[in-house]
């Protein structure tokens, strides 16, 4: 059996954690980003609106969306690769929807301090590249996978 064979073999068999554990990285940087936004508020100068309650309901399906494609980036799942792409895009939005979106006639950075403000933008764009790079190694190693065992025969594909 060739080298490259081999590794499709061993992928049969091996979860693909790389996929995996971006997604969980993706999903602690968000909570790590809610929880610096939500604790330096002043809410003396910070007025609780609608999109204040839109935000926490995305936060809380990002964060079980993400978490369910994990699971299903572990197995290899070329669909939910794209999905998990179109997710990192997404919160690349919401940077520009929330962070610098007007809060009481002023934008986030102006309401928490500033070095909070960064962490959080930082970590938006982290999920982002977590996600993505996620997304893109699913995609490369799960078409493999599907190339190989589309080769193989019914009896050889039982044996899994």
């Given at each position: 059996?060739?080298?490259?064979?081999?590794?499709?073999?061993?992928?049969?068999?091996?979860?693909?954690?790389?996929?995996?554990w971006?997604?969980?990285?993706?999903?602690?940087?968000?909570?790590?980003?809610?929880?610096?936004?939500?604790?330096?508020?002043?809410?003396?100068?910070?007025?609780?609106?609608?999109?204040?309650?839109?935000?926490?309901?995305?936060?809380?399906?990002f964060?079980?969306?993400?978490?369910?494609?994990?699971?299903?980036?572990?197995?290899?799942?070329?669909?939910?690769?794209?999905?998990?792409?179109?997710?990192?895009?997404?919160?690349?939005?919401?940077?520009?929807?929330?962070?610098?979106?007007?809060?009481?006639?002023?934008?986030?950075?102006?309401?928490?301090?500033?070095?909070?403000?960064?962490?959080?933008?930082?970590?938006?764009i982290?999920?982002?590249?977590?996600?993505?790079a996620?997304?893109?190694?699913?995609?490369?190693?799960?078409?493999e996978?599907?190339?190989?065992?589309?080769?193989?025969?019914?009896?050889?594909?039982?044996?899994?």
């Open positions: 059996m060739e080298n490259k064979n081999l590794h499709a073999e061993m992928m049969r068999y091996r979860n693909n954690k790389f996929g995996f971006m997604c969980i990285l993706a999903v602690t940087l968000q909570c790590f980003s809610f929880m610096f936004i939500y604790h330096c508020l002043q809410l003396s100068k910070f007025v609780i609106s609608a999109n204040t309650g839109i935000d926490i309901l995305v936060n809380i399906v964060l079980l969306f993400v978490f369910l494609a994990s699971e299903k980036l572990k197995a290899y799942d070329v669909k939910w690769g794209y999905i998990v792409i179109g997710i990192g895009l997404v919160n690349l939005i919401r940077i520009y929807t929330y962070l610098f979106s007007p809060y009481s006639g002023e934008n986030l950075i102006n309401v928490i301090p500033a070095h909070f403000f960064w962490i959080s933008f930082a970590c938006y982290l999920v982002a590249i977590c996600l993505t996620g997304g893109v190694v699913t995609i490369l190693r799960g078409k996978l599907n190339a190989y065992l589309a080769t193989l025969s019914d009896e050889e594909k039982g044996a899994h």
